[in-house]
DNA sequence: CACTGGTAGTTCGTGCTAAGAACTATGTAT
DNA sequence: ATACATAGTTCTTAGCACGAACTACCAGTG
C-alpha cells in the first residue's frame, strides 16, 4: 500500500468527494420527499426488479434491514411486492408507476447535481477523472447502486 | 453543464466510487465498534476542538441532530464538553485520550483501506487522480472532514 | 413418501440517526 | 432596561440497521 509515499492525496480526496457526493445525493433526495435510502433503493430498482436478497447484496444491507425500507416504499406507494412465479417463499420487488416516474426525476435531479460538482473541469479533464474513477470502480466490483445512463 | 456528451462516466464514477468509499467507511467504523458518524466525528475532532455550532456546520447535521451524537460519544468516553471561557453559552467538544486513540486508529485503519481501493492505480495515475479529485473538492468547498495527512 | 437441511423473508427488540419546534440561558446592541 | 440574536438542549416523530428467532417453502436423500 503505502510503498509509493504520495498515497495521502488520493485518500483524502477520495474521502472527501465521498462527502460531497453524499452531501449531494441527500439533498437530492430530500428535494423528493425520500430518505437517501430510499432513494437509492428507487435507483436500484429502475434497472429491473430484485428479489429481497439480490436487493439486500446490492445494497449492502441485512435482510432485515430491508424489509422495513421496503415495507415504507410500499407504503408510500413506490414499490410493489410480486410473488416470484419460480419460488413461492420469494418475493420481487418492482418499481409501481409512480416510483419510476419518482426515481427518474430524482435520478436526473442527482446526475445534474454532481455534474455539476465537477463543473469546473474542462472536457478532458472530466473524462480523464471518469476514467480513472472507472477503473476504480471496476476493479472493486461495486453493485449497480447508480446506472451510468438512464437506459431504458 | 452536460454539454459535452460525454459526462455520463464521471457522474456515474463519482456515484459508485462514493458508494465505494462509503463501505469502506462503514466497514473501518464497524471495526471499531464505531457507527458511522460517530466515526467521522472522531475524525473531524483530530484536528482541534469545536463548537456544537461549527460541528454541525462541518458534519451537515442539525444541531439538534449533533446533541445526541455528542451525547453518545460522551457516554463511551470518546469525548468531552468543555466550557468556553469566551462564552457561557457555548461548548467546546474535546477528544478524550480515549478518543484520540480510537480517533487515530480509526483514521489509520480506514485510510488504509481507501488506499487499497486505489490499489490498481499506477504511480503516476494515482497522482492524476488525486490532481483531479483535489480539484473538484477545492470547488466545492468541501469541510474537513477528514484529514490529509495525520499532523500532530 | 418422510426427513433433513438449506434458503427467502418477516418479526421483534435494541440502539442509533436526523429533523423541527419549543425552550433556557447567555450575549449584544440600542 | 429592552429587544433581539445566538448556543445548546429537550422532546417528539420517523426512519435506519442489525442480530436472533421464527415461518414457509424448496431440494435432495434414503
Same mark, same amino acid.
Given at each position: 500500500?503505502?510503498?509509493?509515499? @504520495?498515497?495521502?492525496?488520493?485518500?483524502?480526496?477520495?474521502?472527501?468527494?465521498?462527502?460531497?457526493?453524499?452531501?449531494?445525493?441527500?439533498?437530492?433526495?430530500?428535494?423528493?420527499?425520500?430518505?437517501?435510502?430510499?432513494?437509492?433503493?428507487?435507483?436500484?430498482?429502475?434497472? +429491473?426488479?430484485?428479489?429481497? %436478497?439480490?436487493?439486500?447484496?446490492?445494497?449492502?444491507?441485512?435482510?432485515?434491514?430491508?424489509?422495513?425500507?421496503?415495507? +415504507?416504499?410500499?407504503? +408510500?406507494?413506490?414499490?410493489?411486492?410480486?410473488?416470484?412465479?419460480?419460488?413461492?417463499?420469494?418475493?420481487?420487488?418492482?418499481?409501481? @408507476?409512480?416510483?419510476?416516474?419518482?426515481?427518474?426525476?430524482?435520478?436526473?435531479?442527482?446526475? *445534474? *447535481?454532481?455534474?455539476?460538482?465537477?463543473?469546473?473541469?474542462?472536457?478532458? @479533464?472530466?473524462?480523464?477523472?471518469?476514467?480513472?474513477? %472507472?477503473?476504480?470502480? +471496476? @476493479?472493486?466490483?461495486?453493485?449497480?447502486?447508480?446506472?451510468?445512463?438512464?437506459?431504458?
Amino acid at each position: 500500500m503505502g510503498k509509493h509515499g @504520495e498515497d495521502l492525496g488520493v485518500v483524502a480526496g477520495l474521502v472527501r468527494a465521498s462527502f460531497l457526493v453524499n452531501a449531494v445525493y441527500a439533498e437530492s433526495a430530500r428535494e423528493y420527499g425520500l430518505t437517501v435510502q430510499q432513494g437509492q433503493l428507487l435507483c436500484v430498482l429502475m434497472s +429491473r426488479p430484485y428479489g429481497m %436478497g439480490d436487493l439486500g447484496a446490492t445494497l449492502g444491507l441485512e435482510k432485515s434491514s430491508l424489509t422495513g425500507l421496503v415495507d +415504507r416504499a410500499v407504503r +408510500r406507494e413506490l414499490v410493489r411486492r410480486e410473488p416470484d412465479p419460480d419460488d413461492r417463499r420469494a418475493v420481487q420487488v418492482v418499481l409501481t @408507476e409512480d416510483g419510476r416516474d419518482l426515481a427518474e426525476d430524482f435520478y436526473a435531479a442527482t446526475c *445534474r *447535481r454532481v455534474d455539476e460538482l465537477a463543473a469546473g473541469l474542462a472536457g478532458p @479533464e472530466r473524462d480523464r477523472l471518469a476514467a480513472l474513477l %472507472g477503473q476504480v470502480v +471496476r @476493479e472493486n466490483e461495486v453493485p449497480t447502486v447508480f446506472l451510468d445512463t438512464v437506459q431504458r
